[in-house]
């Protein structure tokens, strides 16, 4: 669906890479998010189909799928370097080809049921707030999916976070100011206070602002720059 909202008036980009896991490029902290390191040559046909940034993929493997952004056009040629939970999530091993396409933008998200596998990452969350929590860790993404375990990192350490359901569609955005009420599933942990509550669910509001807004204007500057250079060439 979002494919088809994208290429309404645009030709999308479509291609195929050796994945690697983002450890290969040595930058591990871009396994907490859903960013892609691309070749630079991405970005070049992208200005050249005229698409509109930031840009935003879907990633697949066969049936299996999943979306997302772009850290940096920083790779070699032909390879993507992928989060390690997005290979596992698509059953992909280094050095298999992925394909990407680009698409649309969801919907903003509204309510997002989580589940936390981990207790001793329920008590992290519990004594920091889940508000402040997440306003930091859904910053690093641009996609939140049905049915994908994704990465998040709070104080130097990785923990698994599961996405059980999505309002209004299974598919939704957090890129710009989104208010995403979140419900933790199954969350309690034995060690809180007595005075403390205990509920199965917690919620919270986050204003989730775009992370990646700094990187996505160094892009379209680059982008700027590439054309005015052309256009110099030309004359």
């Known amino acids: 669906m979002l494919a088809r909202q994208f290429t309404k008036g645009h030709t999308p980009f479509c291609a195929s890479f050796r994945c690697h896991s983002v450890a290969c490029a040595d930058r591990p902290d871009a396994n907490c998010g859903d960013r892609l390191l691309l070749p630079p040559s991405v970005l070049r046909e992208a200005q050249r189909l005229k698409l509109p940034f930031p840009l935003l993929f879907q990633c697949s493997r066969g049936s299996k799928r999943c979306f997302c952004g772009v850290l940096e056009f920083s790779a070699p040629e032909d390879v993507a370097f992928v989060p390690k939970w997005i290979m596992e999530h698509l059953g992909l091993q ?3 080809e992925v394909q ?12 997002a049921r989580l589940k936390i596998p981990e207790v001793s990452f329920q008590k992290r ?25 994704i990465m998040v990192d709070h104080d130097g350490y990785h923990y698994s976070l599961e ?25 309690e942990h034995p060690s809180l206070p007595a005075a403390a509550p205990q509920p199965n669910a917690a919620t919270a509001t986050v204003a989730a602002e775009d992370a990646g807004a700094d990187a996505d204007a160094d892009v379209e500057a680059d982008a700027d720059a590439d054309a005015d250079a052309g256009a110099g060439a030309d004359a």
């Open 163 to 187: 996405v059980v359901s999505l309002e209004p569609e299974p598919v939704v955005s957090l890129l710009g100011h989104v208010d995403l009420e979140v419900e933790f599933c199954e969350m």
């Open 94 to 96: 280094e050095g298999w």
């Open 100 to 111: 990407l396409t680009t698409t649309g933008m969801a919907k903003p998200g509204t309510l």
């Open 125 to 149: 969350v519990w004594e920091l707030g889940a508000q402040k929590f997440l306003e930091k860790c859904m910053a690093s993404y641009c996609f939140l999916e049905e049915g994908t375990s």
